[in-house]
T-cell receptor, first 116, second 109 residues
């Protein structure tokens, strides 16, 4: 149980284009989903918290107009990187927290984004 | 001072060794404690979850939480080469998870 999928697993795009990443909880309902960014040899950096049916809460320093988050249902959240630039190249990971009342987060497999 | 401190390693041990991984923290409001394992280029995988103080055992893994010392540990018995990964501690007071830097573990056959 507690499986989270992400799609795509990797993507290469040209500078200036937008990229959408999907995060799905496959066997549980996730009232809250989180988006992280991870650089090589570093820990996870929380970008935003997404609650179903409401606007995402962004961490300090994260541009909400650049990283658009939509949490349309209890099983799906999307992250769109708009007008991507090479410095946006990174490993993006989502996680989902069930409505069961614990703080446990289950992570997706990650999406490696490379912007040329 | 970071809220959660974790020795980044790397830590190298021979197969069969007992591994001890540790984190210290400063926020006494933390109540939920987790250990995640992350293989290279993969998302973190939940290994252990503990609420408040105490021990929890699952197979070769044992998690300990000492709230009085603000110290948590993960022990791996009979370590295997497949345990080679980065281990992340994480904790929260309700809401966001705060992660340690991760400890890179290598188990040599």
């Amino acid at each position: 149980g507690a499986v989270v999928s992400q799609h795509p697993s990797w993507v290469i795009c040209k500078s200036g284009t937008s990229v959408k990443i999907e995060c799905r909880s496959l066997d549980f309902q996730a009232t809250t989903m989180f988006w992280y960014r991870q650089f090589p040899k570093q820990s996870l950096m929380l970008m935003a918290t997404s609650n179903e049916g409401s606007k995402a809460t962004y961490e300090q320093g994260v541009e909400k107009d650049k990283f658009l988050i939509n949490h349309a249902s209890l099983t799906l959240s999307t992250l769109t990187v708009t007008s991507a630039h090479p410095e946006d190249s990174s490993f993006y990971i989502c996680s989902a927290r069930s409505s069961g009342g614990t703080d446990t987060q289950y992570f997706g497999p990650g999406t490696r984004l490379t912007v040329l | 001072q970071k809220e959660v401190e974790q020795d980044p390693g790397p830590l190298s041990v021979p197969e069969g060794a007992i591994v001890s991984l540790n984190c210290t923290y400063s926020n006494s409001a933390f109540q939920y404690f987790m250990w995640y394992r992350q293989y290279s280029r993969k998302g973190p995988e939940l290994l252990m979850y503990t609420y408040s103080s105490g021990n929890k055992e699952d197979g070769r893994f044992t998690a300990q939480v000492d709230k009085s010392s603000k110290y948590i540990s993960l022990f791996i018995r009979d370590s295997q080469p497949s345990d080679s990964a980065t281990y992340l501690c994480a904790m929260s007071a309700g809401g966001k998870l705060i992660f340690g830097q991760g400890t890179e573990l290598s188990v040599k056959p």
